[in-house]
């Protein structure tokens, strides 16, 4: 499956973004779904994760409550609603597809990545 992030940009601290996730190639209901963000000089780390149907749905503890998950598998689409942004959200973010039997943010579990879309908060 190949997969396009979009929706990223430069942002002021409290603001939001909302970022998507095309995938085409394969069936998208076929994957779990993960957003995936890496800071200059820090190793990648997991945001968020949406299972295959939708029906579950979990955070890194530094983005509950700010970040909401979602897909749409009629259009092939998983989106990142990011809300109250903080400089320290400043990141590449990463869209993923694991298998579908697999639900976490363990990032060696999935097979298929992005080519990232940069999120810049300022201060």
């Known amino acids: 499956v190949q997969l396009q992030a979009s929706g990223g940009g430069l942002v002021q ?17 076929s994957f779990t779904m993960g957003w995936f963000r890496q800071a200059p000089g820090k190793e990648r780390e ?3 994760v949406i299972s295959w149907s939708g029906g ?6 530094s983005v509950k409550g700010r970040f909401t998950i979602d897909r749409d598998n009629g259009k092939n689409t998983v989106y990142l609603q990011m ?7 400043t990141a ?5 597809a694991g ?4 639900y976490g943010g363990n990032s060696d579990a999935y097979e298929y990545w992005g080519q ?4 810049t908060v300022s201060s």
């Open 92 to 96: 590449v973010y990463y869209c993923a």
């Open 13 to 29: 601290a409290g603001g939001s973004l909302r970022l998507s996730c095309a995938a085409s190639g394969r069936t998208f209901s």
């Open 56 to 61: 579950a749905t979990d955070y890194a503890d």
């Open 116 to 119: 990232g879309t940069q999120v």
């Open 99 to 102: 298998p579908r039997t697999y």
């Open 83 to 89: 809300s109250t942004l903080k400089p320290e959200d």
């Open 46 to 48: 997991f945001v968020a």
